[in-house]
């Protein structure tokens, strides 16, 4: 995300090609459906940084005068001004308005962000398309990071193979390209997140940018021997940018090798565009420049100012509010080229010593402002203890991280937890949202001396009979279900799946209107096919279960809320019922109008009972996030320790949940109904 100069001096149609990336990320992370392709703008980003930097640095090596502290002067003066000037702007807003929780990760984040290694740190923190990353205001500076981890490596690289007359250059980049990309590939297909945000699988973007930086002057040589060859390449780059903006989305298999595709059209518009063709004269027009000078800045303020006003609800009030953060982010941006960028690029104003002085002092303050929010566990004591003791109900189950399985740890049955003696005759069956389930319901069964079997897995659907995309479900799914028929001491089985989240997409993204997602449990197979798919997995669960002489307990899908919880524990009048209002009844039955006809069909078979969810927290019109001084979830749509112990009492209460024993005095209360307030 450097100027746009290159071997040949500055280009302004590079300038318009970092407008249309900057639009492309800015329109994406808006979720307008505008651009759901949009992210690829990160990787124009790439390719364009790749031709810049090296061009600059084999210039000068060329002169003989490129240093390793100039060049890191220069990465300073780009990058560190405007970026530390919005880490500050977002910190100071973040104090009002995120909760600890988030305020704690936020804090994390800044230091992530700080060190370089923000991709790293939101790779292990969440996925990228994810409802969640909408509230992360700096997920955007992975992209900041996979530069800066290149910047240190790229100059040694260059100057160890620019030697012996740069004979070994082509040679050193080709190999680290083609290792790049393979990597890429493979790790999309088995990692996804971690090809998506890790450096060794992103670099081959910057060297194909490298790549034009070497070669321009022969290529363009060769396409101008055969007439119309790099008009042809132009439009055809041209096409390969725009095209996967608007084509392709968050199902997409990406990075992997369908990133080259915009990739090599970036590379090959910069290598043929100039002002001498249409589509050059384009790119190097006012606005598209204008856009262009000001993109770092703007990709800069785009996410925070998105992510703030979601945790507000500003975004429900339709999508104008997204045309205002969307003029306020070029105005701030404008601001920020102006008052900041340009200041700091002046070597008259800032010298050397000063640069590197202001940025280690800044560093330094930020790392500490992170750290201390870390520590302080995101700074509770800004809000009054009524919220504290409030938040604190917000909690998952203390054996979420104990007796949960996921990719890296997948704990088969024989070796999964049992709740709270080692005979057993329950077991949960499903993904995240049966493990405050599995451990409410032990909790009931306790006093008659039965145990659970705890078996859930994270994201994993009911892959029983296809190959899941989340690495380890399918084979996860199938041993579970192997291990349940041959365990007769298991009687009665739950089943908990976020079905229509697997077979629709998440809610957050898309509220008040019902998400209509394509699936991405399956690659290669239409999203009708998927769902189809899915449908007849979780059905051959069922009927697998059933036919080894299991009474099956279909559990409903729970109530989700348009955002993260945190945003009703903090709102400042929990008293009115419409601040603590999650979805309505009318949105649960449209989001899950699919699944709950196939529920009910199955629920008709012998042996499968069906187990009402809404009850618990509805009532005949609203969904509540708080009931009772309590929270129901711990985030969008797990319900909270407290929501799962409070579904679990009315469930056995009302009948829907047939369990032995008397029911308690005040589960017969529950049962009875209780204000939903």
Excluded at 11 to 27: N, W, Y
Excluded at 45 to 62: H, Q
Excluded at 136 to 158: D, G, K, N, R, T
Aim: proline share 6%; aromatic share 12%.
């Amino acid at each position: 995300m450097t100027s746009a100069g290159g071997g040949d001096g500055y280009r302004p149609e590079v300038d318009g090609l970092r407008a249309i990336a900057v639009v492309a990320v800015i329109l994406f992370h808006a979720n307008l459906g505008l651009a759901t392709g949009g992210y690829v703008g990160v990787d124009i980003f790439f390719v364009i940084s790749g031709y810049l930097i090296s061009s600059i640095i084999l210039r000068e090596i060329d002169q003989k005068r490129f240093t390793f502290l100039g060049f890191y002067e220069r990465r300073i003066r780009r990058i560190f001004p405007a970026l530390f000037v919005v880490l500050a702007a977002t910190s100071a807003a973040s104090w009002f308005i995120l909760p600890p929780e988030q305020m704690q990760t936020f804090a994390q984040s800044v230091v992530a962000t700080t060190t370089f290694a923000a991709n790293i740190f939101f790779w292990l923190k969440s996925g990228y398309f994810g409802g969640d990353a909408e509230l992360f205001p700096l997920i955007h500076m992975w992209s900041l990071a996979v530069e800066e981890q290149y910047y240190i490596v790229f100059p040694f690289l260059v100057m160890i193979a620019a030697g012996a007359r740069k004979r070994w250059l082509p040679w050193v980049m080709g190999i680290a390209f083609a290792a790049s990309f393979a990597a890429c590939v493979v790790v999309t297909r088995d990692q996804p997140l971690a090809a998506f945000f890790l450096a060794p699988m992103r670099a081959w973007e910057l060297f194909a940018g490298v790549f034009v930086a070497i070669y321009q002057r022969p290529w363009l040589a060769a396409l101008g021997r055969v007439r119309g060859a790099r008009q042809a390449v132009e439009t055809a780059g041209l096409a390969a940018v725009v095209a996967p903006i608007f084509l392709f989305d968050s199902t997409t298999a990406f990075p992997g090798w369908i990133a080259a595709i915009p990739v090599f059209g970036t590379a090959a518009l910069i290598l043929t565009s100039t002002g001498g063709s249409i589509i050059g004269r384009v790119l190097a027009s006012g606005p598209m420049v204008g856009v262009g000078l000001i993109s770092y800045s703007a990709y800069l303020w785009h996410q925070p100012l998105y992510a703030l006003s979601r945790m507000q609800g500003l975004p429900e009030r339709g999508p104008w509010v997204y045309a205002v953060l969307i003029a306020a982010t070029f105005l701030l941006a404008w601001l920020s080229w102006r008052f900041v960028e340009q200041p700091f690029r002046d070597r008259r104003r800032f010298r050397r010593l000063t640069i590197y002085a202001v940025f280690v002092v800044l560093s330094g303050a930020l790392l500490l402002w992170g750290l201390a929010g870390h520590v302080a566990k995101g700074f509770p004591d800004r809000f009054d203890r009524e919220t504290q003791a409030l938040d604190a109900t917000a909690a998952f189950s203390p054996k979420r991280v104990e007796c949960h399985a996921d990719a890296l740890n997948p704990k088969p049955p024989e070796s999964a937890c049992r709740y709270f003696f080692e005979e057993a005759h329950w077991a949960v069956l499903g993904d995240s949202h049966g493990v405050e389930a599995a451990l409410a319901l032990a909790e009931e069964l306790r006093p008659a001396g039965e145990g659970v079997v705890h078996l859930t897995y994270s994201a994993c659907q009911a892959a029983l009979t296809f190959e899941s995309t989340n690495p380890g479900c399918s084979e996860w799914m199938r041993q579970s279900v192997a291990w349940l028929e041959r365990s007769p001491e298991i009687t009665d089985v739950l089943l908990v799946f976020r079905h229509s989240y697997h077979l629709y997409g998440d809610q957050t993204r898309s509220f008040p209107h019902v998400p209509d997602q394509k699936p991405v449990f399956l690659r290669g197979v239409g999203a009708e096919d998927a769902r189809r798919i899915y449908i007849d997995s979780f059905s051959e669960t069922v009927r697998r279960l059933t036919a080894a002489g299991k009474r099956v307990h279909i559990v409903l899908p729970f109530p989700e809320l348009p955002t993260h919880v945190e945003r009703y524990i903090f709102a400042g009048d929990r008293g009115d019922p419409d601040r603590v209002t999650g979805a309505d009844m009318e949105f649960y039955r449209a989001r899950n109008a699919r699944i709950l006809s196939v529920l009910e069909r199955l629920g008709r078979q012998p042996g499968v009972n069906l187990v009402e969810t809404a009850p618990a927290f509805c009532d005949a019109a609203r969904c509540r996030s708080i009931i009772d001084g309590q929270s129901m979830y711990y985030d969008d749509s797990h319900p909270s320790l407290g929501g799962a112990r409070r579904w679990i009492r009315m469930a056995r209460a009302s009948g829907d949940l047939p369990i032995s024993g008397p029911v308690p005095a005040a589960d017969a209360a529950v049962s009875a109904g209780v204000k939903v307030d």
